[in-house]
T-cell receptor, first 110, second 118 residues
C-alpha cells in the first residue's frame, strides 16, 4: 500500500464549478499536510499547508484535513481556466521527507 | 513568500558530457535542500537530501557517483549529472527548507531543469 493515494484524473470541470481534490494516507505519524500546484514543465508551487484537523481557507481555496479518517481534501471555488494544472497532495513524515501523492490533473473548461 | 531559483531551466547536451544544475534560496537560508526527478505525468521522486556542509544522503537506487551534490553554502546547492546518457533525460527539480521560519517543515521549489541528453 502506498503511503499516499491520489486519483490521477484527469478531472475536467466547467468554469465556475467547485472542484474537490482528495488524498488518503496511511501513516499516522504525518504531521503536516500540504497542497502544491504544478503547471506543465514548472516546479510545484505551495498552495496550502496545515498541521491540524479541520478547515483552512485562503481565498478560493480551502484545505480540509480529517486525521481520524486519514483523508485530506482541497476545494477550489469559482474555478478558473488558470486553475488548470496538476495538484499534488503532500504529507510530511518524521523522517524529514515529503511524501507526495501522484498528482491529479485538473482541467477547467471555459 | 520564499523564493528558490534554479538554473538553467533547459539543457541539451551530448552523451558523455557533465551537466551542472544550480539551486539558490534567494530570501532565506536553506539548511536543507532536496533534489527530485520527475518523469512525464508522474509525481516527484526524491533523489537526495543535501545538508549544508555535509555529504548528501541519497535515496535507494540513486547512484551518488552519477549525481554529485554539493551544498557548500546556506543558499546554494548544485547537482552535477556526470557522464550523462540519454536515460538521464528528465525534469530535475530542487527544493529548499527554511529552518528559521515558523513553517520550517515546508519545502519551496525551484522551477525545474529539463535535461535532454542526445
Amino acid at each position: 500500500q502506498k503511503e499516499v493515494e491520489q486519483d490521477p484524473g484527469p478531472l475536467s470541470v466547467p468554469e465556475g464549478a467547485i472542484v474537490s481534490l482528495n488524498c488518503t494516507y496511511s501513516n499516522s505519524a504525518f504531521q503536516y499536510f500540504m497542497w502544491y500546484r504544478q503547471y506543465s514543465r514548472k516546479g510545484p508551487e505551495l498552495l496550502m499547508y496545515t498541521y491540524s484537523s479541520g478547515n483552512k481557507e485562503d481565498g478560493r481555496f480551502t484545505a480540509q484535513v480529517d486525521k481520524s479518517s486519514k483523508y485530506i481534501s482541497l476545494f477550489i471555488r469559482d474555478s478558473q481556466p488558470s486553475d488548470s494544472a496538476t495538484y499534488l497532495c503532500a504529507e510530511y513524515s518524521s523522517a524529514s521527507k515529503i511524501i507526495f501523492g501522484s498528482g491529479t490533473r485538473l482541467s477547467i473548461r471555459p | 513568500g520564499a523564493v528558490v531559483s534554479q538554473h538553467p531551466s533547459r539543457v541539451i547536451c551530448k552523451s558523455g558530457t557533465s551537466v551542472k544544475i544550480e539551486c539558490r534560496s534567494l530570501d532565506f537560508q536553506a539548511t536543507t535542500m532536496f533534489w527530485y526527478r520527475q518523469f512525464p505525468k508522474q509525481s516527484l521522486m526524491l533523489m537526495a537530501t543535501s545538508n549544508e556542509g555535509s555529504k548528501a544522503t541519497y535515496e535507494q537506487g540513486v547512484e551518488k557517483d552519477k549525481f554529485l551534490i554539493n551544498h557548500a553554502s546556506l543558499t546554494l546547492s548544485t547537482l552535477t549529472v556526470t557522464s550523462a546518457h540519454p536515460e538521464d533525460s528528465s525534469f530535475y527539480i530542487c527544493s529548499a527548507r527554511d529552518g528559521m521560519r515558523e513553517s520550517k517543515n515546508i519545502q519551496y521549489f525551484g522551477a525545474g531543469t529539463r535535461l535532454s541528453v542526445l
